[in-house]
């Protein structure tokens, strides 16, 4: 049964809905009264246009051809039971007093903030979650491209095999466990919220039931005539309103403060797991990239010694063939020019003074058990290759033929002797095929170069 509606004057109800033939004046007492018949009823009504045929149920709200510009009839409501029981129309109906709670609604207005800001997080955790998926596929791919071009002879290969496998292993357990100890915990906390959601709109239709009951058994009390009977009625059906309100009403009230202040605790949670996991992804992500990058650091180490055997291999060749040239010319030495011009020509008694003074130089190291030269040559390399150096010191040598001194000058060699090759103070005293130096025994026992001398440079090899 419809509800009672209030009188209106014909002119404001018509008022914009009709075509312009329809003369409000036209109406009677003053403007007609609904549920009076209207002079002009005849010819309009809601639905039908002048000249036109009655609008349909589908098409209420779509003007007749016939209709004025801008004329659209009202289009009824597809329920209307929900503007029956709507809270405005039964309290602008005078149906339901209309109860306010300013503390309840800020309650509500905080609960849609939470709700609103958690469907968000678990949103974007969950984007995060499958961003994490996708770097997980990406490195397994980039692993199993470097296993399947890391050749078997190439070092660590087993060690490579077993990196691949610890880093998709890492990235499995560290997606699975943001998506149990984060994503997890964060859909749960939401899984409340529809409950709760559902209650508050019942508490709402409940507050207006009421209100209602309430308005009616007032009115019913006011009542010029009074019945007993309605107003028992009334009254039990305001205390069973009343009673399922305020059940509603005070869970409510208890649960949703709760739930408020409980949102921090749940992003504490969300975001300290989130970063625990984090922490531990990283620092065992650092561990594993440290091996990889040991693994290539040895395998260029094994690239080069490759490269080095190859070239020590060719050059080993090449000095074996050096090393015939200088056994065939070792039994001649080359023949030493006279001296520069720039050097003057000894006398006899200076020549062999001069002789006498190279031999005794000469003889020192002669004077030297075997044990002890044994250990000054093992001491001379040591100390020769980190202690101080003569002055105009070049290279080492090492003698592989004995060569006997034929002037004072030049240095007697014995096969195995290290030479210190020095630079000429002048270097056009250097004749071809000779070289300058002092033996490096010598040096290291004496740190003088009084014993140096020229050698024949085919009776030596670089060392």
Not at 138 to 163: N, T
Not at 384 to 410: C, M, N, Q, R
Request: with cysteine; aromatic share 6%.
């Amino acid at each position: 049964m419809s509800p009672a509606r209030e009188p209106v004057s014909c002119a404001a109800e018509h008022a914009g809905k009709i075509p312009p033939q329809w003369n409000p004046d036209e109406c009677g007492d003053g403007g007609g009264r609904w549920g009076k018949r209207c002079p002009s009823e005849s010819s309009w009504r809601p639905g039908v246009v002048l000249g036109a045929k009655k609008a349909g149920p589908h098409d209420t709200n779509t003007p007749s051809p016939s209709a004025p510009k801008g004329f659209n009839p009202p289009r009824p409501p597809k329920n209307p039971s929900d503007c029956l029981t709507s809270p405005s129309v039964l309290q602008k109906l005078g149906k339901a007093d209309e109860t306010r709670d300013a503390a309840f609604e800020e309650m509500v207005a905080n609960f849609n903030k939470q709700m609103t800001e958690g469907t968000k997080l678990q949103k974007d955790l969950k984007a995060y979650v499958a961003a994490v998926k996708t770097m997980h596929d990406a490195s397994r791919r980039l692993q199993d491209c470097l296993a399947d071009m890391y050749e078997p002879d190439w070092f660590g290969k087993e060690e490579m095999d077993a990196l691949a496998e610890d880093t998709d292993t890492l990235w499995l357990d560290y997606h699975q466990n943001i998506t149990d100890k984060s994503l997890i915990t964060m859909d749960t906390y939401l899984a409340q919220f529809p409950d709760i959601k559902a209650r508050i709109a019942k508490r709402d239709r409940k507050m207006v039931d009421f209100d209602s009951a309430r308005h009616h058994f007032s009115s019913l009390q006011k009542g010029k005539k009074k019945d007993e009977a309605k107003i028992a009625k009334a009254e039990e059906d305001l205390g069973r309103a009343q009673k399922i309100f305020e059940e509603l009403n005070v869970e409510l009230q208890d649960e949703l403060p709760g739930l408020w202040d409980n949102r921090v605790g749940v992003y504490v949670n969300t975001f300290q797991g989130l970063a625990g996991q984090q922490e531990k992804f990283h620092r065992e992500m650092s561990k594993l990239s440290q091996n990889l990058n040991d693994i290539m650091t040895k395998l260029e180490e094994q690239r080069q010694l490759k490269k080095d055997g190859t070239a020590a291999a060719k050059t080993g060749d090449g000095a074996k063939s050096e090393e015939a040239n200088h056994s065939d010319s070792a039994s001649s030495p080359p023949k030493r020019p006279g001296p520069p011009p720039s050097r003057p020509t000894p006398s006899p008694d200076q020549r062999k003074k001069r002789v006498d003074s190279f031999e005794d130089e000469a003889s020192v190291p002669d004077a030297n058990t075997d044990s002890s030269t044994k250990t000054t040559q093992q001491s001379a390399v040591t100390n020769g290759s980190d202690g101080e150096l003569p002055p105009g010191f070049i290279y080492k040598v090492k003698a592989i033929h004995d060569y006997a001194a034929t002037d004072g000058d030049e240095l007697e060699l014995k096969m195995g002797d290290v030479v210190l090759v020095m630079a000429f103070d002048n270097p056009d005293e250097q004749d071809d095929g000779w070289l300058l130096g002092v033996k490096e025994s010598h040096w290291v026992q004496n740190k003088d170069t009084s014993a140096k001398g020229v050698f024949p440079e085919n009776f030596t090899q670089k060392v």
